[in-house]
């Protein structure tokens, strides 16, 4: 069971957008900075969305973030098979003293 | 290029230990925080550990608190995770990764396999 929220799956046609949603508490999204992996199978996670909604240099901007309270969304536009993935959440919690992660979105292009 | 290249993974009976190391290389290390991330295998990320850039401050998982102890060598560009009482549970491919999270963990390794396994 994981400290934040995710849905198991998505999906959406190729030129679609889609979003991923990712739910916590008060002591992680609520009151700390939310940032998005995305993790093609087999190879190591890779840094999408930092600070909330920061894209570090590399990323499209097909990729946002956004974060409204406790929860925190990913957003994708323009649906490309290329960005099927895994894609997890992550903030520090402060009540655990610890880093956390979601459990994990699979994102399939239909 | 940043790089962060792990080694030390391997096959260890439960109770046992293992040291983990991170080279890292392509950027000023002792600027950075640190990481160690795990991934069990077909299970998602935990994170495991950080270590500021000077390594007064640490924290650890529950789940490894009291056994895993992190540690760097700024001289030697190198990241380390000593890991005693090995479990199953450990089992997973371990990542170094670069960051904070305000920053993001913005570098990641290519990841080194423990497994724990009589």
């Known amino acids: 069971q994981s400290v934040l929220t995710q849905p198991p799956s998505v999906s959406a046609a190729p030129g679609q957008k889609v979003t991923i949603s990712c739910s916590g508490s008060s002591s992680n999204i609520g009151n700390n900075y939310v940032s998005w992996y995305q993790q093609v199978p087999g190879t190591a996670p890779k840094l999408l969305i930092y600070d909330n909604n920061k894209r570090p240099s590399g990323i499209p901007d097909r990729f946002s973030g956004s974060k409204s309270g406790t929860s925190a969304t990913l957003g994708i536009t323009g649906l490309q098979t290329g960005d099927e993935a895994d894609y997890y959440c992550g903030a520090w919690d402060t009540s655990l003293s610890g880093g956390v992660f979601g459990g994990g979105t699979k994102l399939t292009v239909l | 290029d940043v790089q962060l290249v792990e080694s030390g993974g391997g096959l260890v009976q439960p109770g046992g230990s293992l040291r983990l190391s991170c080279a890292a290389s392509?950027?000023?290390?002792?600027?950075?925080?640190m990481n160690w991330v795990r991934q069990a295998p077909g299970r998602g990320l935990e994170w495991v550990s950080y270590i500021s850039n000077s390594g007064n401050s640490i924290y650890y998982a529950d789940s490894v608190k009291g056994r895993f102890t992190i540690s760097r060598d700024n001289a030697k560009n190198s990241l380390f995770l000593q890991m005693s009482n090995l479990r199953a549970g450990d089992t997973a491919i371990y990542y170094c990764?670069?960051?904070?999270?305000?920053?993001?963990?913005?570098?990641w390794g290519q990841g080194t396999l423990v497994t724990v396994s009589s």
């Open positions: 990764a670069r960051g904070s999270w305000k920053s993001g963990l913005d570098y």
């Open positions: 392509g950027f000023t290390f002792s600027h950075e925080t």
